[in-house]
């Protein structure tokens, strides 16, 4: 059974630094999934991840793929007060559905 | 990208009853598929619906109280039923496009179950 771990659970984050979400999975896949998610709201696809060593940016997020070590990166450079919301990791599994990872909730203080 | 909408939104309800969750999709899709996020969790899949066949449970969940339809491609029903307070949740439908497999997720319907 596929498991998906992310860590840390909850991420406090100041303005201007950078961090690093870190999502760990526990079988082969060739597909990686990250969302976002405001409160109250469903969830954004922000990357798809397809293959080792992809690497994708939009803005401030960065994310990396180790299909290898089965692991993840979500990288924040420079934290701003709009990217405070959940973020979910998810791995494509047999049959095309998703499983998905705890959440990492993120806030931004200035 | 697919242009998803889910109704109702939301729908408070009582215990004993039965909600139907409807979904539709601006394209043909192949797959749909339901997931509930309970308060403050993460998302776990009910099933997958694909037009023509049976859904397909995804452990823990069972056709007699989640009963699905999928008539269309661009169309999905979820049923809750006989709720109880532990039914409440947001329950998502989603649908998989495009070359790279992206996921798409509707708004959600929130359910609370009194």
């Known amino acids: 059974e596929l498991k998906v771990e992310q860590n840390p659970l909850f991420l406090s984050m100041q303005e201007g630094k950078n961090y690093t979400i870190y999502c760990n999975y526990s079988t082969t896949s060739d597909r990686l999934y990250w969302y976002r998610q405001d409160p109250g709201k469903s969830l954004e696809s922000l990357f798809v991840?397809?293959?080792?060593?992809a690497v994708k940016q939009e803005g401030r997020l960065m994310a990396s793929l180790d299909t290898k070590a089965r692991l993840s990166t979500l990288h924040i450079t420079a934290a701003v007060h709009d990217l405070s919301a959940t973020y979910f990791c998810?791995?494509?599994?047999?049959?095309?559905?998703?499983?998905f990872g705890g959440g990492t909730r993120v806030l931004v203080k200035p | 990208s697919a242009v998803i909408s889910q109704k109702p939104s939301r729908d408070i309800c009582q215990r004993g009853t039965s909600l139907t969750i409807q979904c539709q999709v601006d394209?043909?899709?192949?797959?749909m598929f339901w997931y509930r996020q309970q308060p403050g969790q993460s998302l776990t899949l009910i099933a997958t619906?694909?037009?023509?066949?049976?859904?397909?449970?995804e452990s823990g969940f069972v056709i007699d109280k989640f009963p699905i339809s999928r008539p269309n491609l661009t169309f999905s029903t979820l049923t809750v039923s006989n709720m109880s307070p532990e039914d409440s949740s947001i329950y998502l439908c989603s649908v998989e496009k495009g070359l790279g497999n992206e996921q798409y997720f509707g708004p959600g319907t929130r359910l609370t179950v009194t």
């Open positions: 619906a694909n037009q023509g066949s049976e859904a397909t449970y």
């Open positions: 991840l397809l293959s080792n060593g």
């Open positions: 394209s043909q899709v192949t797959m």
């Open positions: 998810a791995v494509k599994a047999a049959g095309n559905k998703l499983t």
